[in-house]
């Protein structure tokens, strides 16, 4: 799907700074996909994930190991330590439409740590609903709530159907929870109950749309992941939208120094928020959306003071109060930003994740459930970067701390039918 753009916007490509966090639920089953020719443009070749024919790994031992990661970390640099809390809606995140007090309402929230990467498959789903509630109402204007990746994409796609958009907001999109994420795309730390029709058609048009923008100022590209175990978030991807994405591979070893251990090689994309959001910012208010600066104390508060008819909610944990959802609940993590490192071009999975951007190299990841206060806690960004430096043998083993997204005994503090991931 294409997104309309300002030319005079597409120079936006100076990172600020940023966090991130995930976790997935294996709502889907997940399996192996059936193997298709795959290769790497950024890392070593290897065989392609053939265990369900009896195939084994490509042997890598003799391949050159990629760049180590300097993890020199001072944890009190301002802007060193990030935190920020997750939209998570247990059973399912809310993407449905009602109608309350005269007005349409379109609700788009509580996708935990998959709001990036889902964001404009669901912004098309809205798009959708606002375009079947226009064929029988002669409104031409609409109110978006909150300047969040769901909010700032859903206003591009609304555009397209020739409505005035207006967005209010307490946050700008620099200080909203969706420019506090790593940015690597996988559909993770999430829960959903639509029906697979629909999820694989959000999955597919977020993808897709974000695999077009690459090379034109949007602050995304592709990247080979390396993890030692199976990413779920990405397994998931794979085994719904087969070919998708490249099939995962197999390798004998992980090519980097001090690691003696199997692992496997996914593609995928990263999206760098403090390139993106300001970018979607720009490209709005040159197409004519207006940004209002306010902050909403009831669902009252929003129908008193909104006039538009045609409401988009995309309040994020906002909207555990305006619409009392007690479905919602904080997960907060923090990430350790270590300084840009131009010579990783790779993602790392497991013993935490590393994202290196052109602002940060972005360390994770924590989990701390039903946490809603971003209180930044440098001790705990300092105990991140210690565990997967010593994964990379650049610090001396350390016990995982027990809110660590790869934690084992983390899954006892959550539904046992959820387990951690990347």
């Given at each position: ?5 300002s030319p005079?916007c ?22 192996l ?13 290897s065989?392609?994930d053939?265990?369900?024919q009896?195939?084994?790994?490509m042997h ?11 993890f ?9 330590c ?6 998570y809606r247990?059973?399912?995140f ?6 309350v007090?005269g007005r ?9 740590g ?22 029988v ?5 609409v ?24 967005i209010?907001?307490d946050?700008?999109?620099v ?15 999430v829960?959903?109950?639509?029906n697979?029709?629909d999820?694989?058609?959000?999955i597919?048009?977020s ?9 034109k ?10 993890s030692?175990?199976p990413?779920?978030g990405?397994?998931m ?14 390798l004998?070893r ?28 720009c ?6 959306v ?9 669902k009252?508060d ?10 988009i ?16 609940v ?25 994202f ?16 809603e ?5 440098p ?5 991140l970067?210690?565990?997967?430096a ?5 610090a001396?083993?350390?016990?995982m701390p ?21």
């Amino acid at each position: 799907m294409a997104v309309t753009v300002s030319p005079r916007c597409a120079a936006l490509a100076q990172p600020q700074k940023t966090t991130a966090l995930r976790r997935v639920k294996p709502w889907l089953r997940r399996g192996l996909v059936s193997p298709t020719p795959g290769t790497s443009a950024d890392g070593p070749q290897s065989q392609v994930d053939t265990m369900s024919q009896g195939a084994g790994p490509m042997h890598l031992r003799e391949l050159t190991n990629l760049p180590t990661p300097d993890f020199a970390f001072d944890p009190n640099v301002p802007g060193a330590c990030v935190t920020g809390v997750r939209p998570y809606r247990e059973g399912t995140f809310r993407l449905n439409s009602e109608r309350v007090s005269g007005r349409f309402i379109v609700h788009n929230y509580g996708h935990g740590g998959a709001g990036i990467s889902l964001s404009w498959g669901c912004a098309a789903k809205v798009k959708d609903m606002v375009s079947q509630f226009l064929a029988v109402s002669p409104q031409t204007e609409v109110a978006v709530l909150g300047a969040g990746v769901m909010g700032l994409t859903a206003a591009t796609m609304l555009l397209d159907l020739g409505l005035k958009v207006k967005i209010f907001a307490d946050r700008k999109p620099v200080d909203t929870t969706s420019f506090k994420a790593g940015g690597q795309w996988a559909v993770s730390v999430v829960e959903t109950a639509m029906n697979q029709q629909d999820l694989k058609a959000i999955i597919k048009t977020s993808y897709t749309t974000f695999k077009d923008s690459i090379g034109k100022g949007f602050g995304v590209s592709e990247r080979p992941n390396y993890s030692p175990k199976p990413a779920d978030g990405l397994d998931m991807v794979l085994d719904l939208l087969p070919g998708l994405l490249p099939a995962r591979q197999r390798l004998d070893r992980l090519p980097f120094q001090n690691h003696a251990q199997p692992g496997f090689l996914y593609q995928t994309l990263l999206i760098e928020p403090p390139i993106f959001l300001p970018r979607l910012e720009c490209d709005l208010k040159a197409r004519g959306v207006t940004f209002v600066d306010k902050c909403f104390a009831t669902k009252a508060d929003i129908f008193a003071t909104v006039p538009q008819k045609i409401i988009i909610n995309c309040t994020g944990m906002g909207a555990k109060e305006l619409w009392n959802d007690t479905k919602l609940v904080g997960v907060r993590g923090y990430l350790a930003m270590l300084p840009a490192q131009p010579n990783l071009q790779y993602l790392y999975s497991r013993n935490g994740y590393m994202f290196p951007r052109s602002d940060h190299v972005v360390i994770g990841g924590t989990t701390d459930w039903d946490k809603e206060d971003e209180d930044l806690n440098p001790a705990e960004c300092k105990k991140l970067v210690n565990v997967i430096a010593a994964a990379f043998g650049q610090a001396a083993p350390v016990p995982m701390p027990m809110n660590h997204i790869d934690d084992p005994r983390n899954r006892r503090l959550v539904d046992s039918r959820l387990s951690v991931s990347d």
